[in-house]
C-alpha cells in the first residue's frame, strides 16, 4: 500500500498537484498489517469507517452503519415533507409517486445494489418502508391490512426485491465495460481467506450466483446477454418474476 501511495503522490507532483494529507485516510479490511502509510514522510490517519458517495464503508465490510444512515436521512425527508403527506387535495396516487421520487431515492440511493440481502437488514428497512406508507394512506389501528394488501394497493415491491432489481441493473451496466476493468472483475472474484468462527455470511458474491443459478445462467452467457440492453432488461423483469412469485 506505502509503494502504491508513494507512485500516485508522485505522479501528481509531476504534474504539479499536491496530495492533501488531511483529506485522505486509511481504512484497513481483513489484514493484519499496521504498519503506518505515509505522503512526503507523514503518516495518514487511520480510520475505522469512510464515507464514498454518500454510502459508508466500515473495517468489516458490512452494510449496517450504511443502512443506519440511509434510514436517518430518509427519515428526515419524509418529516420534511409532512404537510404534503397530510394534505387533503393530493391524491393517493400523487403521494405516492411523490413518496417514490422524494424519499426512496435518499433511502436506496447509489450503493444499495451492493447491500447483501440478509434478513435483519432487508428488515429494518422493509419495517422503516412500510411505516411510511401506513402513515401516508392513513392506515390506523383498528383498520390494519396486510403488507401484501398494501404493496398491491400502492403499486409498491418489497424493499429486497427492489434491492436486487437495482443489483442485477447495475451488473448489467458492469458487464458492459471491459474486461480489464476492475469493477467488471470484481463480480467473480471470490477472495480465498479464512473465515471468523461462527456461522458463515453470504458474501455479494454467492448472493449473485445463488440468482444466476434460478435463471439458470452462468457469467459467460450473462456477459453476453449484457451487451443488449432490452435483452438484459427482459431478463431482470423475469429475474423480478421469479421473486414475486415465490413471495405468493
Same mark, same amino acid.
Given at each position: 500500500?506505502?509503494?502504491?501511495? &508513494?507512485?500516485?503522490?508522485?505522479?501528481?507532483?509531476?504534474?504539479?498537484?499536491?496530495?492533501?494529507?488531511?483529506? #485522505?485516510?486509511?481504512?484497513?479490511?481483513?489484514?493484519?498489517?499496521?504498519?503506518?502509510? =505515509?505522503?512526503? $514522510?507523514?503518516?495518514?490517519?487511520?480510520?475505522? =469507517?469512510? &464515507?464514498?458517495?454518500?454510502?459508508? @464503508?466500515?473495517?468489516?465490510?458490512?452494510?449496517?452503519?450504511? !443502512?443506519?444512515?440511509?434510514?436517518?436521512?430518509?427519515?428526515?425527508?419524509?418529516?420534511?415533507?409532512? #404537510?404534503?403527506?397530510?394534505?387533503?387535495?393530493?391524491?393517493?396516487?400523487?403521494?405516492? /409517486?411523490?413518496? #417514490? +421520487?422524494?424519499?426512496?431515492? !435518499?433511502?436506496?440511493?447509489?450503493?444499495?445494489?451492493?447491500?447483501?440481502?440478509?434478513?435483519?437488514?432487508?428488515?429494518?428497512?422493509?419495517?422503516?418502508?412500510?411505516?411510511?406508507?401506513?402513515?401516508?394512506?392513513?392506515?390506523?389501528?383498528?383498520? &390494519?391490512?396486510?403488507?401484501? !394488501?398494501? %404493496?398491491?394497493?400502492?403499486?409498491?415491491?418489497?424493499?429486497?426485491?427492489?434491492?436486487?432489481?437495482?443489483?442485477?441493473?447495475?451488473?448489467?451496466?458492469?458487464?458492459?465495460?471491459?474486461?480489464?476493468?476492475? =469493477?467488471?472483475?470484481?463480480? &467473480?472474484?471470490?477472495?480465498?481467506?479464512?473465515?471468523? /468462527?461462527?456461522?458463515?455470511?453470504?458474501?455479494?458474491?454467492?448472493? +449473485?450466483?445463488?440468482?444466476?443459478?434460478?435463471?439458470?445462467? #452462468? %457469467?459467460?452467457?450473462?456477459?453476453?446477454?449484457?451487451?443488449? /440492453?432490452? $435483452?438484459?432488461?427482459?431478463? !431482470?423483469?423475469?429475474?423480478?418474476? @421469479?421473486?414475486?412469485?415465490?413471495?405468493?
Amino acid at each position: 500500500m506505502q509503494e502504491k501511495t &508513494t507512485s500516485v503522490a508522485a505522479a501528481s507532483a509531476a504534474i504539479g498537484l499536491n496530495i492533501h494529507k488531511g483529506k #485522505n485516510k486509511v481504512l484497513r479490511y481483513n489484514t493484519a498489517c499496521t504498519n503506518s502509510v =505515509t505522503i512526503d $514522510g507523514e503518516n495518514l490517519e487511520d480510520v475505522k =469507517t469512510i &464515507t464514498y458517495l454518500g454510502s459508508i @464503508i466500515d473495517e468489516h465490510g458490512s452494510s449496517d452503519a450504511d !443502512v443506519k444512515a440511509r434510514i436517518g436521512k430518509a427519515r428526515a425527508a419524509y418529516l420534511q415533507l409532512r #404537510n404534503i403527506w397530510n394534505s387533503k387535495q393530493l391524491s393517493t396516487n400523487t403521494k405516492v /409517486r411523490i413518496f #417514490n +421520487t422524494n424519499f426512496k431515492t !435518499v433511502l436506496l440511493s447509489t450503493g444499495a445494489e451492493t447491500w447483501r440481502t440478509m434478513k435483519a437488514i432487508i428488515q429494518k428497512i422493509q419495517v422503516f418502508i412500510t411505516s411510511c406508507i401506513r402513515k401516508i394512506l392513513r392506515i390506523r389501528w383498528p383498520n &390494519t391490512i396486510s403488507n401484501n !394488501v398494501l %404493496w398491491e394497493k400502492t403499486n409498491e415491491i418489497p424493499a429486497e426485491e427492489e434491492i436486487r432489481k437495482k443489483r442485477w441493473k447495475w451488473i448489467g451496466h458492469t458487464l458492459r465495460k471491459a474486461p480489464d476493468c476492475v =469493477t467488471r472483475q470484481a463480480h &467473480t472474484w471470490n477472495p480465498q481467506c479464512r473465515w471468523r /468462527r461462527g456461522s458463515p455470511r453470504n458474501t455479494l458474491y454467492q448472493e +449473485t450466483e445463488i440468482d444466476m443459478r434460478k435463471m439458470n445462467k #452462468n %457469467w459467460m452467457e450473462l456477459e453476453k446477454r449484457a451487451q443488449d /440492453r432490452v $435483452g438484459w432488461r427482459m431478463l !431482470v423483469s423475469g429475474l423480478c418474476s @421469479i421473486w414475486s412469485n415465490r413471495r405468493k
